[in-house]
């Protein structure tokens, strides 16, 4: 890898701080934008950390020139469903009209390079529960629709400029950094395997349950678990795949099926050694009744995406899914 800088917003939080540690670890030169508004300053352990917002344009400009950046790993974003729902406008802002700002400064300064966090929210409620790349994008909430609005502006910009792209769209994270070092810290956290876990050790004095009547074998919603580091070596992969000269991609980022909310909570009780107190609660606004990867189609047929993916998401399928199993992991 070369030696040129990288600029990951949003790296204080969850998914953004287990990909710099993956690229440290590599040598990479690595700086950070972050607003600390949900990540944390201690997640980024001594990388440069700049705190501040990516629609902050004098900010973004000032920092990508003088940390030499060519290559950007965007995070930066709001992720909450149902609140996007209730609460457009914060979702069109922050993660749309932010994004474009960061394009428009990346395109400035001659930034190469630029994976892009996305969400399999794009595809809102697929025909056969499963998303392919080639499936339809039809969000049903404003947090998957601002996402998309954010892979057109990079298709326009990669087909006006030298900027090439990755845009993964990946489904459920759960996990932490293997050696303890970092993890998902928020106080509110609404992971579900996060809360399940912090149920179970007594953080929280119960899970709720989002909806019990879905079309499902249990009528709780379906997800397509992935591990953060897995989907953190997603990213690094991406990154790989356009310093070799490929072309702009959008591919998914799963391990290619679902397990149910009643699946997920019997793990966890499973593994604790002791029962749950559960809530039944009503449907949220925006959530899916099943949504998962249909088996990374476009990474295993697809040549023209060679290494992105094809070695991580196979590996997701199994060899990265048994390492996990190995460990006695939740996923």
């Not at 790296?11 to 953004?16: D, H, L, N, R, V």
């Not at 540690?21 to 972050?34: H, K, N, Y």
């Not at 298709?155 to 769209?169: E, T």
């Not at 699946?263 to 099943?290: M, N, Q, Y």
Request: positive net charge; proline residues 5%; glycine residues 10%.
């Amino acid at each position: 890898m070369s030696r040129s800088s990288i600029l990951v917003t949003g790296g204080a939080g969850y998914i953004g701080s287990h990909v710099v540690l993956q690229l440290r670890a590599r040598g990479e030169q690595v700086v950070v934008l972050d607003d600390l508004s949900t990540g944390f300053r201690q997640a980024v352990l001594d990388t440069p950390l700049v705190v501040g917002k990516v629609g902050d344009r004098d900010l973004v400009m000032e920092t990508l020139r003088s940390h030499g950046v060519d290559t950007v790993m965007h995070f930066a974003a709001h992720t909450i469903v149902p609140e996007s729902v209730s609460n457009p406008l914060k979702y069109y802002g922050n993660n749309t009209c932010s994004t474009r700002n960061l394009l428009e400064c990346c395109v400035e300064t001659g930034v190469r390079h630029f994976v892009f966090s996305s969400t399999a929210a794009v595809y809102g409620i697929p025909a056969d529960s499963e998303a392919a790349e080639t499936s339809p994008t039809a969000p049903i909430n404003a947090y998957g629709t601002s996402k998309l609005m954010s892979e057109w502006m990079l298709r326009d910009v990669a087909a006006s400029s030298p900027l090439r792209y990755v845009a993964l769209r990946y489904f459920n994270v759960a996990g932490s950094d293997s050696g303890g070092r970092i993890g998902q810290a928020t106080a509110k956290a609404t992971l579900l395997i996060k809360v399940a876990c912090e149920a179970a050790v007594g953080k929280r004095p119960h899970v709720s349950v989002y909806g019990t009547d879905y079309p499902t074998p249990d009528g709780t919603g379906v997800r397509d678990y992935i591990h953060v580091e897995d989907l953190a070596t997603a990213h690094l992969d991406a990154l790989s795949y356009l310093r070799k000269g490929g072309k702009p991609q959008v591919l998914n980022v799963g391990y290619g099926h679902g397990y149910s909310v009643r699946e997920v909570l019997k793990s966890v009780e499973r593994v604790a050694g002791h029962s749950l107190t559960i809530r039944e609660e009503p449907r949220r606004a925006g959530d899916p009744p099943v949504l998962h990867d249909a088996s990374t189609y476009r990474a295993r047929g697809d040549r023209d995406v060679a290494d992105v993916p094809a070695r991580h998401q196979q590996g997701c399928g199994g060899r990265l899914r048994s390492r996990r199993a190995s460990r006695g992991e939740v996923s």
